[in-house]
């Protein structure tokens, strides 16, 4: 099956810093990553979409100079949340974007990031 | 747009015992997938149930099977025989279907945190 791996898991870092989180599809080429963000005791939103090779989309109401996305290799998608503040602590989970049966199977293990 | 609505934020169930999670959605889409996912206090998301909006037959995995009313825009997810292991949140999902082989995002509702009680 389709596995991706996310790393770190967990991860603390000063305010005023910047923090990558990697996303690697192990089995298969992911043209396409989704990031996610879940606040605690809330459910998933989706932050921004990566593709490789060119320009990640945003949601509304991300700012893309903070949370930078790249998608320079099929099988790597990056996260790069910079100045870190406080409110950036979430979990971040990556997803890819698969068809098929293999849609469902896609999530990484996620990154609590707690900014002190 | 699509928006995903979970109506139970908190349900209990007996071991042992049946238990519903509701969930409704809406779109204007004629092909897509929906999905129920489990994420655990370890918040990884695993895949519970998966079913294609153009199959009529409801899906089903051993103690997991869904009730999905395509007019009404229902999906609803029975758990038989419910085990302490099935304490978890619970999120219901739609996901286009990708009109060009390329993967669509996840639209999560705002989950129901189930509790199966000993």
């Known amino acids: 099956g389709a596995v991706v791996s996310q790393h770190p898991s967990r991860v603390i870092c000063k305010s005023g810093t910047s923090v990558k989180i990697e996303c690697r599809s192990l089995d298969f080429q992911a043209t396409t990553m989704f990031w996610y963000r879940q606040f605690p005791k809330q459910s998933l939103m989706l932050m921004a979409t990566s593709n490789e090779g060119s320009k990640a989309t945003y949601e509304q109401g991300v700012e893309k100079d903070k949370f930078l996305i790249n998608h320079a290799s099929l099988t790597l998608s990056t996260l790069t949340v910079t100045s870190a503040h406080p409110e950036d602590s979430s979990f971040y989970i990556c997803?890819?974007?698969?068809?098929?049966?293999?849609?469902?199977?896609?999530f990484g293990s996620g990154t609590r990031l707690t900014v002190v | 747009a699509q928006t995903v609505t979970q109506s139970q934020p908190e349900m209990s169930v007996q071991e042992a015992e049946t238990v519903t999670l509701s969930c409704t959605y809406d779109?204007?889409?004629?092909?897509?997938?929906l999905f129920w996912y489990k994420q655990p206090p370890s918040r990884q998301m695993i895949l519970v149930i998966r079913q294609e909006a153009y199959k009529q037959q409801n899906a089903t995995e051993n103690r997991f099977s869904v009730n999905f009313q395509k007019a009404a825009k229902s999906f609803s997810l029975k758990i038989s025989d419910s085990q302490l292991g099935d304490t978890a949140m619970y999120f219901c999902?739609?996901?286009?279907?990708?009109?060009?082989?390329?993967?669509?995002?996840?639209?999560f509702g705002p989950g129901t945190r189930l509790s199966v009680l000993p």
């Open positions: 997803s890819a974007g698969l068809t098929g049966r293999a849609s469902g199977y896609t």
């Open positions: 999902a739609f996901m286009k279907q990708p009109p060009n082989g390329y993967g669509q995002n996840f639209v």
């Open positions: 779109t204007s889409e004629n092909n897509y997938y």
